[in-house]
């Protein structure tokens, strides 16, 4: 695939020297177009058929008329992307963007995809499972985007802005009913505040059974269980100042569930089964693993919990010079995470037949991040942003019984920015992006004997100090040439995910450090509005190339492996995080929108994959040729469409959105040890389909009221797993109910 890319990146230069135009265009100027939508993906305001950048977005009005309803949802109608819950994280989200993939709770790890939520960097995955309710605009952006975003977005990054106060009294509600005692009520209520100000308070209760029935407890267990509340104040001390001000409360108690494959893993490889059949917590004794399984029955006789509580606080001030805007983003998050496996709300578990792994985690976070941004507002041919970050970041964890240890790590880290464009003439445009960043980690970690004593457990096995430094330049160099159809243009770009420590390690070598790993990407892209702006065709072509790729290696822990002269001993299993990864990543994207008639408009999204190892150093030994990128399917691919009809007094909605994905794989163990070499999990490729039927309508007072039926992935029923994964001695997957229906009732006033 790399040979395309490049072919394509002289073909597609040299076809921009000629005029394009189809006859179509010739269509009436007052066709209905496909609508246009203004991004911030370069940290101002540009539609997003200007921007030079792999991105996404979709409109208020797509999000609402589509159902669309969590974040999690917009994987379907973006390219080469993957969301679901992290079950095993605190109201957490996994991503995974162009086979880049995070999927963890621990602190110490840092994410590939970067979430910002109202502008502020979320250093961590936990509490990013959000509704869409109170949407302004939302954007995925494909690619490294390190330039304006910084570290840890070698992925992408995913971009949500709520809603600002409408400084007017307004009341919006809505009510979602699903199966399994589903509900979830959302309100909004926003009044003015004198004549230059408005204060915004939404509310939110989301409650559910578990579609899974326990059989050895027979009962359905609790499985979502979400309280969050939000207030924003907004106001104007002067004509040219705008504050705005978030503060958020969640706290999310739900409990999940969580399948272990162990005895799966262990039957497919002939090895002895021994105590991991006791560890059945779903259909995985039948020795086959596929979506075929019945993953609605759980046989564990203890649940899965995992819980978040926590703050949030966002300030944000803009200040209007004239042709430039100063702005401030402050923001603090702090919250605290228990997970609990096998061991329901009781810290002192014990090993049973039932149990024969239980963990208790609490888990503390709080992170304090400040931004300043100079961006240029003015219609010249230089457009610029300049700015400064700095963020510290603060993890506690407290583990126990059978991981028995205490870590804490404190980090900062400081970068300064820039990002400008240069219309060179009418035609050709140069853009030049460049960012220093500065961070350090200070690390420690003990490890106990005993878990008898929480407070003060001993006596102390390990007690390790650490600390990271590293400095790193990124960059990013456009050429963008303006055509009759649109725009094409070339970009090449670096981007960094951090090092740091495992806070898993048992050992001094297994703790760490180690380094961040790095990006290089070459993008070719053409964005074009044909047939009088009725279609929009984009197409993105990439090559990355990714050096010193952290890579999680697990080992016997019988003191058979030796690191830096010294026999590991930690018990069943050594967990090491090494640089130990040089990955080729490349691939194609097509998106397109067609405003067929007035009514009637499609979306389609197609992303093409080819990822692979060109190196993998496991012990001394490269072990690529069979290692294999976790939730990097070879394609994705959708088609969404949204009808309008008159009625009445209002509008029916017809919309709904096939997606499919090829297999990928969860996880493989590249280690000759319980599971053998090779050894993996593929999760079955899936088609859905989604359909909503919404009615609109006004009331003579001007109240909106809407009214929907919808189904989600209606063409099969049942549940499938999601995302597994390794953790050394044990493998683990993520159920997810299939077919479910319900409806919706809002209003707004």
């Known amino acids: 695939m790399r040979n395309i890319v490049f072919t394509m990146v002289f073909a597609l230069i040299s076809f921009s020297g000629y005029s394009f135009q189809l006859s179509a265009q010739e269509e009436s100027a007052n066709t209905i177009g496909v609508e246009e939508i203004i991004v911030s993906a370069r940290k101002r305001s540009e539609s997003i058929q200007d921007v030079p950048v792999a991105v996404t977005a979709l409109s208020v009005e797509q999000v609402e008329r589509g159902n669309i309803q969590r974040v999690q949802d917009l994987e379907k109608l973006s390219p080469n992307v993957e969301m679901y819950d992290m079950a095993f994280g605190g109201g957490g989200m996994s991503a995974a963007i162009r086979g ?4 963890d709770l621990e602190k110490t790890f840092e994410p590939t995809v970067g979430t910002v939520i109202d502008g502020v960097f979320a250093a961590s995955n936990s509490g990013t499972d959000l509704d869409l309710f109170d949407l302004e605009s939302v954007e995925i952006l494909r690619g490294p985007q390190g330039t304006l975003y910084g570290r840890n977005t070698i992925g992408g990054v995913i971009s949500i802005n709520r809603t600002k106060p409408t400084r007017d009294f307004g009341v919006k509600f809505k009510t979602d009913l699903e199966e399994d005692n589903t509900s979830d009520v959302k309100l909004i209520v926003n009044t003015p505040l004198g004549d230059n100000g408005g204060l915004k308070v939404s509310l939110r209760r989301l409650q559910s059974d578990n579609f899974a029935f326990n059989v050895t407890r027979n009962e359905r267990e609790k499985m979502r269980d979400l309280t969050a509340a939000s207030v924003v104040v907004d106001f104007d001390p002067a004509e040219n100042l705008n504050v705005n001000f978030t503060f958020d409360n969640y706290n999310d108690n739900s409990q999940h569930n969580l399948l272990n494959i162990t005895e799966f893993y262990v039957n497919k490889l002939g090895a002895p089964q021994g105590v991991f059949a006791l ?19 759980v046989y564990s006789a203890e649940g899965f919990y995992s819980g978040i509580q926590g703050n949030n606080m966002t300030l944000r001030v803009n200040w209007d010079l004239d042709d430039h805007v100063l702005k401030l983003i402050s923001g603090n998050n702090d919250f605290a995470e228990l997970m609990d496996v096998c ?76 990002d400008l464009s240069y219309d060179l003439s009418d035609l050709w445009t140069l853009s030049l992006g460049l960012r220093y960043t500065e961070e350090e980690k200070v690390f420690n970690i003990k490890t106990f004997a ?14 390790l ?101 010294v026999p590991q001993t930690c018990g069943t299993t050594c967990t090491f995080v090494r640089n130990a990864g040089e990955v080729s990543i490349d691939g194609l994207e097509f998106e397109a929108k067609y405003r067929a008639t007035e009514r009637l408009a499609f979306t389609a999204a197609v992303g093409l994959l080819d990822a692979e190892y060109d190196e993998f150093i496991n012990n001394g030994v490269d072990v690529s040729a069979f290692a294999k990128l976790k939730m990097a399917p070879d394609y994705t691919a959708s088609l969404s469409w949204e009808y309008i009809a008159p009625v009445n007094s209002g509008e029916l909605i017809f919309a709904g959105t096939f997606s499919s994905k090829d297999d990928y794989y969860g996880t493989y163990d590249p280690e000759v040890y319980i599971f053998g070499p090779g050894a993996d999990i593929i999760t079955d490729g899936e088609s859905k389909l989604d359909l909503s039927l919404t009615y609109n309508t006004v009331t003579a007072g001007g109240t909106n009221m809407t009214f929907t039926v919808f189904g989600n992935d209606i063409l099969e029923d049942g549940a499938y797993i999601v995302r597994p994964f390794d953790a050394g001695a044990f493998a683990f997957a993520t159920p997810q109910k299939r077919q479910h229906f319900g409806i919706s009732l809002g209003v707004e006033f």
């Not at 880049?100 to 999927?103: A, G, K, Y």
């Not at 259909?283 to 029955?297: F, P, Q, R, V």
């Not at 002192?348 to 985690?361: D, E, L």
């Open 343 to 418: 061991s329901w709300g009781s810290p002192g578990a014990v090993v049973t037949a039932n149990c024969v792994f239980p963990v208790v985690r609490d888990q503390t976070y709080e992170q304090t991040s400040h931004e300043i941004q100079l961006v240029s507002d003015k219609d010249g041919p230089l457009n610029y942003v300049l700015g400064f970050y700095t963020i510290e970041t603060e993890a506690n964890m407290d583990s126990g019984p059978v991981q028995n240890f205490r870590s804490v790590q404190d980090a900062e880290a400081w970068a300064i920015f820039g």
């Open 100 to 103: 880049l993939s995070f999927d």
């Open 465 to 565: 100090d650490g600390d990271f430094e590293d400095e790193n330049i990124q960059h990013k160099v456009v050429i963008q040439r303006n055509t009759d159809f649109g725009m094409i243009y070339l970009s090449h770009s670096t981007g960094f995910r951090s090092g740091g420590f495992n806070a898993r390690g048992t050992t001094a070598e297994s703790v760490g450090p180690f380094g961040s790993e790095e990006v290089e990407t070459i993008e070719l892209g053409i964005r074009s509005e044909l047939l009088d702006n009725r279609l929009v065709l984009n197409l993105t072509a990439f090559t990355n190339d990714y050096t010193d790729k952290q890579e999680t290696i697990v080992t016997p822990g019988d003191g058979s492996i030796v690191v830096n002269g």
């Open 450 to 463: 005993s878990y008898d004593n929480k407070i003060a457990r001993t006596p102390t096995v390990l007690d």
């Open 279 to 297: 560890l059945g917590q779903g259909n995985a004794g039948s020795g086959a693993l596929s979506k075929e399984n019945d993953y609605m029955t």
